[in-house]
Nanobody, 126 residues
Framework: QVQLVESGGGLVQAGGSLRLSCVGS????????MGWFRQASGKERDFVGG????????YYADSVKGRFTISRDNAKNTLYLQMNSLKPEDTAVYYC???????????????????WGRGTQVTVSS
């Protein structure tokens, strides 16, 4: 069974940091583009950022650029999201996803991604 499982979410004060992890199992994701998305209550799922299979290419939404960093460890089949300088508007459920169709082209559209985790809640208090 192919799975992506996120962890590391929680409650943090504005200005704080969190590090999310996403562990894959059932297949290797080392050849896939990986992405992070988030969905606030009552809103659509939005692209946060993505990373190529080699980690050479990263791409971020403007709203998180300079504050969030995506990395991956292919040996561990694990994706990370380091979130710094968190704001209340970052509050959402965060999802990781894998796009098996490419190893370098990062796309923003959720429907392009083939595998999804169940998400982890991040709440930023003011």
């Amino acid at each position: 069974q192919v799975q992506l499982v996120e962890s590391g979410g929680g409650l943090v004060q504005a200005g704080g940091s969190l590090r999310l992890s996403c562990v894959g199992s059932g297949r290797t994701f080392s050849n896939d583009v990986m992405g992070w998305f988030r969905q606030a209550s009552g809103k659509e799922r939005d692209f946060v950022g993505g990373i190529s299979s080699s980690s050479r290419i990263t791409y971020y939404a403007d709203s998180v650029k300079g504050r969030f960093t995506i990395s991956r460890d292919n040996a561990k089949n694990t994706l990370y999201l380091q979130m710094n300088s968190l704001k209340p508007e970052d509050t959402a459920v965060y999802y990781c996803a894998a796009d098996q169709s490419t190893n370098w082209a990062i796309v923003r559209a959720p429907h392009e991604y083939d595998y999804w985790g169940r998400g982890t809640q991040v709440t930023v208090s003011s």
